[in-house]
């Protein structure tokens, strides 16, 4: 399981701080997925569904909800405050929060981060209606990411050292998991720089293990999780890639990070000890700081930040990846996150302040079908990030 692989300078150094000031929120507005919640997993169409876009505001988050009709087009449908602040990394150059998963959608909720205020929000999801059922301490500074399966709910954070805390899931409220909150020892500052933040939390299909990935370190930390939720007081560490950043499973034990630094995406296997192991080597897509990962089907689509492309991958059935088009679509907007429902693949572009959203075809190929504007661009080291779908 040992493998060798280069270690990497942050992703886009040197670029200057910027930070902002926070102020008075505004008023409420009125997949195959191998256990993915969500419905992308098919590349099929026919159901009506909602996209959420955090807009990670400083002076006060809110969600804005639009409404998915059966062809993909989005249309306006509300906004709602979280009760928390956006936040920020130093230095970042498109996506103020350096990470994947900031928003997520589980079992009929919402989860959001509130960066700026060291908070997380969980929302009752009704077709478009919001409704606000808690916000509770995030268990550290600035988180970033979340994960969740079954009753189980972890939020990374990236200030300071960074930390894991886990979260029990019931009707609706979270409660913090006795011996579930792990420092990551990163010995960042608060905010952290944004190539040395860690990047995304997620939970292994099996609910065996916690991932975090790690940008600066080049990196995955996997914690073995408890009968009750508990996390192992130490993690098993393993080389990831090139300044890795987003990733997602392909199946019970095989996952794809991205590697931003080398422009590529990677295979590893998620052994039983949770290390893991790489399986051929990295693909790279000729693109420009791939960081944020979304399956849909058979693909996977790439967010390629510095080039505002999306590429796109497979795994072919002697389990190689390959890749499938380098360009899968130019959004001229700074590509970052994305998210998933009904076999349509919706991309947040953060220079730009739009969501646009794809179908997906049976080959892989994209087309656009809607767009909506009005977003909040990135500027001044902020800017929209997080999107997630129902």
Not at 301 to 318: E, K
């Amino acid at each position: 399981m040992k493998r060798s692989v280069a270690l990497a300078a942050a992703l886009l150094a040197g670029l200057s701080s910027v930070g902002s000031n926070p102020g008075t929120a505004l008023a409420d507005g009125g997949g195959p997925g191998y256990h993915d919640d969500r419905k992308g997993g098919d590349n099929h169409h026919g159901d009506e569904g909602a996209v959420f876009v955090q807009t990670n505001k400083a002076e006060g988050n809110t969600i804005k909800v639009y409404d998915r009709d059966e062809d993909g087009r989005l249309t306006k449908a509300g906004e709602y405050e979280t009760g928390g602040l956006g936040g920020f990394t130093i230095g970042a150059p498109l996506d103020a929060l350096a990470s994947q998963g900031s928003l997520i959608y589980h079992k009929g909720l919402l989860f959001a981060v509130n960066a700026g205020s060291n908070t997380v929000t969980v929302f009752g999801v009704e077709g478009t209606k919001l409704h606000k059922l808690q916000v509770i301490w995030s268990g550290g500074l600035l988180p970033v990411s979340i994960a969740a399966r079954g009753d189980l709910v972890y939020v990374l954070n990236a200030g300071g050292e960074g930390s894991v805390q886990g979260f029990e899931l019931r009707k609706g409220h979270l409660s913090r998991i006795e011996d579930a909150n792990r420092s990551l020892g990163l010995h960042n500052g608060n905010p952290p720089a944004f190539g040395t933040a860690p990047a995304q939390v997620k939970i292994d299909p099996d609910s065996e293990f916690v991932l975090v990935s790690t940008k600066g370190n080049n990196v995955m930390f996997s914690y073995e999780i408890g009968r009750h939720g508990e996390l192992a007081r130490d993690p098993a560490v393993s080389d990831a890639g090139n300044t890795p950043f987003g990733f997602t499973f392909d199946s019970e034990d095989s996952l794809l990070v991205t590697e931003s630094g080398a422009n590529a995406v990677s295979r590893f296997e998620l052994e039983d000890d949770g290390t893991l192991d790489q399986v051929g080597p990295s693909v790279p897509n000729g693109q420009q700081a791939p960081c944020w990962i979304q399956r849909v089907g058979d693909y996977f689509f790439v967010a390629n930040a510095g080039s505002s492309t999306i590429s796109s991958y497979r795994v072919d059935d002697d389990g190689k990846l390959e890749i499938v088009k380098n360009v899968a679509a130019d959004t001229n907007g700074g590509s970052i996150d994305m998210t998933t429902s009904d076999g349509f693949l919706y991309v947040q572009n953060a220079t730009a302040g739009n969501v646009q959203g794809y179908e997906v075809n049976d080959d892989g190929s994209l087309r656009l079908v809607t767009t909506v504007e009005g977003l909040p661009k990135f500027e001044n080291g902020i800017g929209m990030e997080g999107i997630a779908a129902s």
